[in-house]
């Protein structure tokens, strides 16, 4: 179809050129008669119309027809007929080159133009990112927004930028935005750039490095900007120190709510046993029965394998025990108890040595038992017995049941002074 066009534009520039040469001649003729001096003065004017028109084709067939016509008509001598189509070839180049150099003159003032709105376009583009970058910087202090080209170039480097990141505008200056990244990669920033040139805005979190060599977390956003051209992108860079810090702020003050939570429970439990230990209502049953109660209280308090109270004094010692768990063999022999390491009316603490215990108990456990707890029971200077708990798994004694055995012990001397008890003895 272009080439038919062509075709038909030369066709109607050569039809045009003979029109011309034509309507010359007749003029002409009709001015001048018959008389042969003034044959070619106006064919030149056809010569150069038609050139300027369609170029040097037409320029060629406008001037051989006006040297056809002079010819036919008025019978010019050779000369003049060579002189003519010297100058009629001189007037087509002259008119097909001024033609062509103002066509491309044309051409060139209209791609300028293009380009002119081109920029215009850009401007526009780069006035809305201003204006976008400067609404953000304003509402969050920890975020940059950096002007990329398709390359990840910089093309603008904010005061955001500049605050969040340290190097000022020169520094940054035609720099590939991978320079912002700790361990960046260029072919990874491409292909982030040619993800979000497809319409789909690129997010992902990554370390970032300052100019004084300190990193940072943050969360980055890579869009393109629309209606511009060149492509530009903006990247928008959201330091997360101040969010982590939060975090781990949340996390410590959580920890903290757990561990007084878990103290307050703690001593609400605590608080619970030491009532317990301390209920009024046993001081209205016998010795004997308070004594049981007390113990098997702190046995299931301590949550212990075994408690008994062995007194001292007389030829033989008495024992009485917990009603569940645990209940030792018999006490030790004087003999044997006069060896003991252990000093009288001293806390004896013994942790997962079942030889130990064996040793240092007033009384016979089982091979199994490994940890003892003795707390004495003295009334003045005298020590009445021993209150024993013990246990068979690998535990260590806490100071709040040291104390809760103290407290046990204590009331259970203050009974035994009150209304002493014999127990049965245990052989």
Known sequence: MSAMR???????????????????????????????????LLSSVAVALSAWRGGVSPGAVAALASLL?????????????????AESAAITWLAATASATLDRRADDIAAADVRIRDLLAVQRGLRTIDIECDR????????????????????????????????DARDMAAENAVRLWAGGDSADLAHLLAASTA??????????????GSEFDADVEIQAVPDTAPQAFTMIVSDRTREQEWQAFAE??????????????????QLATL?????????????????????????????????????????RRRIISAPEGLKPEGPVERRSAETRTAQPGRILIVHNDADRVSTASAAVWPETVTSLIAVPIVSGSHIDGTIEVVGIRARRATEWEIALVEVVAA?????????????????
């Not at 319409?199 to 300052?210: D, I, K, L, Y």
Request: charged share 25%; net charge positive; aromatic share 4%.
């Open 6 to 40: 062509s075709e038909r534009s030369r066709t109607a520039d050569h039809a045009i050129a003979l029109l011309l040469a034509a309507a010359v001649a007749i003029a002409h003729k009709i001015v001048a008669g018959t008389d042969p001096r003034g044959a070619f």
């Open 69 to 85: 016509i002079a010819r036919v008509l008025w019978h010019v001598d050779a000369t003049l007929t060579l002189l003519f189509a």
């Open 136 to 167: 953000l910087e304003r509402a969050a202090t920890d975020r940059a927004v950096v002007v990329l080209d398709v390359h990840g170039r910089i093309l603008d480097w904010r005061a955001g930028a500049a605050r969040l990141f340290g190097w």
């Open 199 to 212: 319409g789909t805005a690129s997010r992902f979190s990554r370390r970032h490095r300052r100019a004084d």
């Open 252 to 269: 410590s003050s959580n920890g903290l709510q757990r561990a007084l939570r878990e103290e307050a429970d703690l001593a609400q439990v």
């Open 275 to 315: 009532q317990h230990m301390t209920d009024p209502s046993l001081n209205s049953l016998p010795t004997s029965q308070a004594v049981t109660a007390l113990l098997d209280r702190l046995r299931s308090a301590l949550h212990a394998d075994g408690v008994a109270l062995i007194r001292s004094g007389g030829v």
């Open 411 to 427: 009331r259970i001397t203050g009974r035994l002074h009150d209304e002493p008890f014999v127990s049965a003895d245990v052989a």
